[in-house]
Nanobody
Framework: QVQLVESGGGLVQAGDSLRLSCAASLRTFTRRVMGWFRQPPGKEREFVTAITWFGGGTNYADSVKGRFTISRDNTKNTVYLQMNSLKPEDTALYYC???????????????????WGQGTQVTVSS
C-alpha cells in the first residue's frame, strides 16, 4: 500500500522557520518526481515546489522563491521542505505528492501527481 506521510507542521510566528518531511512507502521512490502543494483556507490547492529524481532539478512558485527549499534523501525515501522567513500568507495545509513512476519532468499541475499525503497544517501568526 502506497503511503505518503507528512510531518513537521505547526503554529509559528512570522519570520520563523519550519521543516516539513514526507516519508514515502514507494518502492520506486528514486524514479519519481516529488512535489509539495498547499491549500490555504477557503482557496484552491496550489503548487509550491517540486524536485527531480536525484535532486538535480527543482522549481518553485514565485511566492516562495528564495524562502523555501526542497530536497530529498533517496536512501530514506523522504522529501523535505525547508521553509524560512514564513509569512501569514503561507498558512495552509501542506501536501506531499508523487508523480507516476518513470516520468522525469517537473510539473506544477495537481493532476500530474498520482499519490498524495494527508497533509500537515502550517499556521503562521503575524
Amino acid at each position: 500500500q502506497v503511503q505518503l506521510v507528512e510531518s513537521g507542521g505547526g503554529l509559528v510566528q512570522a519570520g520563523d522557520s519550519l521543516r516539513l518531511s514526507c516519508a514515502a512507502s514507494l518502492r520506486t521512490f528514486t524514479r519519481r518526481v516529488m512535489g509539495w502543494f498547499r491549500q490555504p483556507p477557503g482557496k484552491e490547492r496550489e503548487f509550491v515546489t517540486a524536485i527531480t529524481w536525484f535532486g538535480g532539478g527543482t522549481n518553485y512558485a514565485d511566492s516562495v522563491k528564495g524562502r523555501f527549499t526542497i530536497s530529498r534523501d533517496n536512501t530514506k525515501n523522504t522529501v523535505y521542505l525547508q521553509m524560512n522567513s514564513l509569512k501569514p500568507e503561507d498558512t495552509a495545509l501542506y501536501y506531499c505528492a508523487a508523480r507516476p513512476d518513470g516520468i522525469p519532468s517537473l510539473s506544477t499541475r495537481t493532476y500530474d501527481y498520482n499519490y498524495w499525503g494527508q497533509g500537515t497544517q502550517v499556521t503562521v501568526s503575524s
